[in-house]
């Protein structure tokens, strides 16, 4: 054994290193052989039980299968035993490979058992067996949460703290973001399986395709996905409806059509859609909010001015306006009210988001606002909203 590890250290991160210095190549072992370590973990003799666990922590995935079947029946030191080396077997499997450059998904053999998904199992248990598997299982997903997030940045994707815009709502969240930048191989992104705590999700451009996709809703706590600025047909939206749901689904600039518009109706969408600058119609928006009642369906032409007002207020007061925006160039500011748009009485922001969703990029907007308490008027064109 490796000096500077303790076999009965608990199986805390720190500690299962220790235990993969010794478990670092799985060597095939006779069942029978197997089935005598196994017995040997609630031996009398203390150094027998730590020479059993060693030698089964070396039998690699061979030992699982012997392993959980003792737990049925194994004292308290025997299943503390049984769920570490399950524990140290599940991280020891590797998650990538290839070149460091150039990593892949790892491939596993599908007629060994799994770790991971053994102790899933043993998590779902009661007793003793229950709670150290649910401990370990806890301490696995942090370690491959760090794996993941440094080999898929290390490869173009965005993980962390971004501002998120989803309608006409915009916050500071946790992202997952896939776009363009993304180099690696598709395959790399099921490792969002391990991406926890997570819910908002944004995949953009040549990005939209049905192996990203494959990943992205592997994400476990999922529940806001964006779609921006590509191109979408009936595999990609296939592949969305393999999430068991999604709270809220958001279409911005893609080529989503009235007949596309039939699949996304049976998607698992539980609180609302939004289709902004796509080429579905309004009657058959008009339809679907008939067909679907209980779903909000924000429905916008695409247009974008560039304002941020509080919504909350009975004035529709700029609070911010956006770098490079048709805002901007027209001359409004912050701290301006706007009153009209398009002939139309403006009192809250909501009032002035409904007039520009009716527009589509390119076109302009009359606009009338106060600044110290003098009205004047100014022309906007508007642009695509884009993401900060």
């Not at 749901?245 to 039939?262: A, G, K, Q």
């Not at 004035?315 to 956006?322: L, N, R, T, Y």
């Not at 770098?323 to 912050?334: E, V």
């Amino acid at each position: 054994m490796h000096p500077a590890c303790s076999i009965r250290q608990s199986t805390r991160i720190t500690g299962l290193i220790c235990l993969l210095l010794v478990a670092s190549v799985a060597v095939a072992q006779p069942p029978e052989e197997i089935a005598a370590q196994i017995e040997s973990l609630s031996s009398d003799s203390y150094l027998r039980r730590e020479n059993a666990t060693e030698w089964l922590l070396n039998a690699g995935p061979a030992a699982i299968d012997p392993l959980v079947e003792v737990l049925e029946r194994g004292d308290l030191e025997t299943t503390q035993r049984a769920i570490r080396i399950l524990h140290a077997i599940a991280v020891n499997s590797p998650i990538i490979e290839g070149e460091r450059g150039q990593p892949k998904l790892a491939t596993r053999d599908p007629n060994t058992p799994d770790p991971w998904e053994t102790l899933l199992q043993l998590s779902t248990m009661g007793g003793s067996r229950g709670e150290r598997a649910t401990m370990a299982v806890e301490e696995i997903t942090q370690v491959r949460r760090v794996q993941t997030v440094q080999t898929l940045s290390l490869q173009g994707a965005l993980i962390g703290i971004q501002e998120f815009v989803y309608g006409a709502r915009s916050e500071l969240a946790s992202v997952v973001e896939i776009s363009d930048a993304f180099q690696g191989d598709d395959s790399l992104l099921q490792l969002l399986r391990w991406v926890d705590k997570i819910e908002y999700a944004r995949v953009e451009g040549s990005a939209i395709r049905p192996d990203v996709l494959r990943g992205v809703v592997q994400m476990p706590d999922l529940k806001t996905l964006s779609l921006l600025y590509g191109e979408l047909d009936e595999e990609t939206l296939k592949v969305i409806g393999d999430l068991s749901s999604i709270d809220h689904l958001e279409f911005r600039y893609v080529t989503l059509n009235d007949e596309m518009l039939d699949s996304v109706a049976k998607l698992p969408i539980r609180i609302s859609l939004t289709l902004n600058g796509t080429d579905v119609t309004k009657d058959r928006v008009d339809a679907l909010r008939q067909t679907l009642p209980g779903l909000k369906i924000e429905y916008k032409f695409g247009g974008f001015l560039g304002v941020r007002c509080n919504d909350t207020l009975n004035e529709c007061i700029i609070q911010s306006v956006v770098d490079g925006s048709g805002a901007q160039a027209a001359g409004l500011r912050t701290g301006d009210v706007i009153i009209s748009a398009d002939g139309n009485a403006i009192k809250r922001f909501a009032d002035l988001q409904a007039v520009i969703n009716t527009h589509t990029p390119g076109e302009s907007l009359e606009i009338g606002y106060r600044r110290n308490r003098v009205e004047f008027q100014t022309k906007a064109k508007l642009g695509k909203m884009t993401e900060p």
